[in-house]
């Protein structure tokens, strides 16, 4: 089993990110030899400062190890400092079709109606994210529902690659949570929990003070009805549905058995319930947190280490990817 997932290292870490893949990779530490990064090359493809992507990719180093990624047992480093993903996307450029590319919702979105002014970077996305998983015969990708697709296209190119050229990578699987897959903006229902939303109070980001946390759900939006008593009673009910999603897989409950106990209530006894359960999550994730993001040594001598192990595994593959492909090097 080899578990391998990347992050983009532009600006917080949210609850999204948290229950929708960071938990997963936390635990699945001890099932397979796993493979974490902060994928900075995929940050090219949106207008960024510099500056700013260096000292969000130690940030974010900083908030993978509070959460739990043991950086003894996985491997954690940035790709950049690894060629090799630079080097198999472009190889796989000539197996990925434009047709495939511009099927991408991610694309659609980003690009909106602007798309002639896009990076090129932007729409060969998912190619890279293709080369990340790839590049180590990944079988294991737990992330979020958002990604899904974009695995679906790695799985597509790595099958159209073997049938061209031969049998060289193994087509992985994503990992999806059974719930919290998809945690949706505080705001707005129908709109997902994204670090690019221009609205802080749309997300809880795992450094927010206590204050702040039970301010925000406080304001997350609602609709005037009581909570339901069954889950097929959230339906047509966006943020409620959200709120409680979010509290069964902070609880590690189900659904049914968070509404038994809330159904008939409203959101004015739900919510403080959700604020605290939140802040007793999080607490101790941002006080590691804050104790780690000063040494900005000591997290890139983590991410260098995590670099040099994943080179080694990263080799083999490279290789093979250029000799199937009629490459001498
Ligand atoms: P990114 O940085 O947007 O998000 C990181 C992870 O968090 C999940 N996620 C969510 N899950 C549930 N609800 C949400 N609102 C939510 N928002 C984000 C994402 O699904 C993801 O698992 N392209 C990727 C990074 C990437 C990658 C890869 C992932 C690059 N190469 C290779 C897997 C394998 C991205 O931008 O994720």
Redesign the pocket.
């Known amino acids: 089993m080899r578990v391998?997932?990347?992050?983009?290292p532009t600006g917080n870490l949210h609850l999204?990110?948290y229950?929708?893949?960071i938990r997963n990779w936390v635990s699945m530490q001890d099932e397979g030899e796993c493979l974490y990064f902060l994928?900075d090359l995929?940050a090219l493809s949106m207008p960024y400062e510099p500056a700013e992507l260096t000292a969000n990719t130690r940030e974010m180093t900083a908030a993978l190890v509070a959460c739990g990624i043991d950086t003894d047992k996985s491997i954690l480093f940035n790709q950049a400092r690894v060629t090799a993903h630079a080097e198999l996307q472009w190889l796989l450029n000539g197996t990925a079709r434009m047709g495939w590319l511009n099927r991408m919702t991610q694309w659609k979105d980003k690009a909106g109606k602007n798309r002639e002014g896009q990076s090129v970077a932007l729409f060969s996305y998912p190619v890279l994210?293709a080369a990340?998983?790839l590049l180590y015969q990944a079988t294991h990708?737990p992330?979020?529902?958002?990604?899904k697709q974009?695995l679906e296209l790695a799985r597509d190119i790595a099958q159209k690659f073997n049938n061209d050229f031969g049998d060289v990578f193994t087509l992985p699987d994503p990992i999806i949570p059974p719930a919290?897959?998809?945690?949706?903006s505080l705001r707005d229902g129908n709109a997902?929990?994204?670090k690019s939303d221009a609205s802080d109070m749309s997300r809880i980001n795992l450094v927010d003070d206590p204050d702040t946390i039970v301010n925000k759900v406080k304001k997350a939006k609602t609709d005037p009805e009581p909570l339901p008593s069954e889950a097929a009673g959230l339906d047509g009910r966006a943020e409620a549905k959200n709120l409680v999603g979010i509290y069964s897989a902070l609880s590690n409950e189900s659904v049914d058995s968070v509404l038994a106990r809330f159904g008939g209530q409203g959101f004015g006894a739900f919510k403080p319930a959700l604020a605290e359960l939140m802040v007793e999550t999080l607490k101790p994730i941002s006080e590691r947190f804050n104790a780690l993001r000063r040494d900005a040594a000591a997290l890139d001598a983590i991410l260098v280490k995590g670099a040099e192990r994943a080179r080694v595994l990263a080799a083999p593959t490279l290789a093979r990817a250029y000799s199937a492909l009629g490459l001498s090097r």
């Open positions: 391998v997932s990347g992050i983009q999204g990110n229950l929708g893949a994928a995929h994210q990340d998983v990708v992330v979020g529902e958002d990604q974009h919290a897959a998809r945690i949706m997902k929990m994204s």
